[in-house]
């Protein structure tokens, strides 16, 4: 409607001009400016976008951190909200051409019911969109509470696979990574390499075992053989057995091309590698992680966003940080492009074909129609540097090659 309002400012003075030329001898030259600098002024004024600010809240549901041998492994308190926080800076950027101006508030919970209070609250304030840092089950709550309601919703940390293959959320974008995205990116890596024979390691806890059944579906998926499955439930201190322990729990009767860790609370997973009983790369929750973010990244200009992030949260930008930065920006490059803040519009764009978001990653994404994940390409990583980067060369899809990570439309049941 902007844009189209402009042409209109453009070709009425195109016509004022013309016909002020053609009357000379009738009209002094100073009625002819003024004539032409009124009509000018009055339609541009009409033509300018009128100005919106949107509040956009962060609720994140405390979790109780995952206690580990190794405690390096603490995930900052600001996980998420840092990178949303950036993302409001980056749009107001953007906004203040716009007439668009976009603020964040924040909330931290560890009762259920207290986080739900608060989204309602937040709601009958006036706020419709919201971040959620959250579990499972919160979700599925939230979803309950959003139903019937003007909302836009976003789930930045949760990777079950079953929000996105049978427990369809109606109201929920996902920004961040599933886990069959993650497992499939190293299948074809894997798959690429020429690896096929896989041993497959798993801790106890249901989180770990959700991680397993991920990878092998993937490696179905991509022809990838398990030649043998353990499980970890061992209790002793790997700091100080780990060169007696580990060996004689990767021995295995065939051999295997490499090894899959299946550790999320990282309990076992990093004492695994250089430590199996062959010599083989380890991959999963250790070694070679497939990571949505991560501070090797450099290239299609994300050097420039990792260097915005250190000197706003004065650490490195992690996965969590990331989802809420892209939560952030599909909202705000939504209401760039309508000029308008009203939830039911924006959701039905960012839901559209239209929708396409920049984020660094050397080519657009978008939300798939049938549940709402964020297509993007993964990256292949151990600590210190880039390895790869899925889907590999080779993957051919129908419509994209990113739908080749994760659930695609035919194998899930949200529509």
């Known amino acids: 409607m902007f844009e189209f309002a402009m042409f209109i400012v453009v070709i009425f003075t195109v016509f004022i001009f013309t016909q002020s030329m053609s009357t000379m001898v009738n009209i002094s030259a100073k009625k002819q400016l003024f004539?032409?600098?009124?009509?000018?002024?009055?339609?541009?004024?009409?033509?300018?976008?009128?100005?919106?600010?949107?509040?956009?809240?962060?609720?994140?549901?405390?979790?109780?951190?995952?206690?580990?041998?190794?405690?390096?492994?603490?995930?900052?308190?600001?996980?998420?909200?840092?990178?949303?926080?950036?993302?409001i800076n980056d749009s107001n950027t953007t906004g203040k051409f716009l007439k668009q101006h976009f603020t964040l508030s924040h909330f931290t919970s560890a009762k259920s019911d207290e986080f739900l209070h608060y989204l309602d609250a937040q709601y009958l304030q006036g706020r419709q969109v919201f971040i959620l840092d959250a579990p499972l089950a919160e979700l599925i709550k939230v979803d309950r509470w959003a139903k019937n309601k003007s909302v836009l919703l976003f789930n930045a940390n949760e990777s079950a696979d079953v929000l996105r293959s049978t427990q369809c959320l109606a109201k929920l974008f996902h920004t961040s990574a599933s886990n069959a995205m993650k497992s499939d990116a190293l299948a074809q890596w894997l798959l690429y390499r020429r690896m096929n024979k896989v041993l497959l390691v798993q801790g106890s806890k249901v989180e770990d075992i959700e991680l397993a059944n991920s990878f092998k579906r993937s490696a179905?998926?991509?022809?990838?053989?398990?030649?043998?499955?353990?499980?970890?439930?061992?209790?002793?201190?790997?700091?100080?057995?780990?060169?007696?322990?580990?060996?004689?729990?990767t021995q295995t009767v065939q051999d295997y091309d490499a090894v899959y860790v299946a550790d999320k609370s990282k309990d076992f997973a990093e004492f695994i590698p250089f430590n199996t009983y062959l010599p083989r790369p380890v991959i999963g929750s250790a070694?070679?992680?497939?990571?949505?973010?991560?501070?090797?990244?450099?290239?299609?200009?994300?050097?420039?966003?990792?260097?915005?992030?250190?000197?706003?949260?004065?650490?490195?930008?992690?996965?969590?940080?990331?989802?809420?930065?892209?939560?952030?920006?599909?909202?705000?490059?939504?209401?760039?492009?309508?000029h308008s803040k009203d939830s039911k519009k924006l959701t039905d764009y960012i839901s559209s074909d239209k929708f396409e978001l920049a984020a660094y990653k050397g080519r657009k994404l978008s939300f798939r129609s049938w549940n709402r994940q964020l297509r993007m390409p993964l990256a292949l990583v151990h600590p210190h540097a880039l390895v790869s980067q899925s889907p590999q060369p080779g993957m051919l899809h129908p419509i994209t090659e990113l739908d080749t990570l994760g659930f695609d439309a035919q194998e899930s049941h949200c529509k």
């Open 35 to 87: 004539a032409v600098g009124l009509s000018l002024f009055c339609l541009t004024s009409l033509a300018q976008p009128q100005s919106i600010t949107l509040e956009i809240s962060y609720v994140k549901f405390d979790q109780q951190q995952p206690s580990n041998a190794l405690n390096i492994f603490k995930t900052p308190e600001n996980s998420g909200f840092m990178g949303a926080k950036l993302a």
């Open 220 to 249: 179905k998926r991509f022809g990838i053989k398990l030649i043998d499955e353990k499980q970890w439930d061992f209790n002793t201190d790997l700091r100080r057995s780990t060169q007696q322990e580990i060996p004689l729990f």
């Open 287 to 338: 070694g070679l992680e497939a990571l949505a973010w991560h501070g090797a990244i450099e290239q299609w200009g994300a050097t420039q966003l990792q260097n915005r992030f250190t000197d706003l949260a004065g650490r490195a930008m992690n996965e969590t940080d990331f989802s809420g930065y892209l939560a952030v920006r599909s909202v705000a490059q939504s209401v760039h492009k309508l």
